[in-house]
């Protein structure tokens, strides 16, 4: 919402991230990356998992 309806390079992620699949149960290569920035950011997080 913050860059606006439509804009551009959303829908170009968007694309490029549904053109290289979907996860069905098993975590993709993005999902671990996301993961590991947000347990940057929030160190705390990692007892959550424990």
Known sequence: MILGHGHPAVLE??????AEGFSFGAPTEREIELAEEILSLVPSMDQCAR
């Not at 992620?13 to 549904?18: F, G, H, L, Y």
């Open 13 to 18: 992620a968007v694309q490029k991230a549904a």
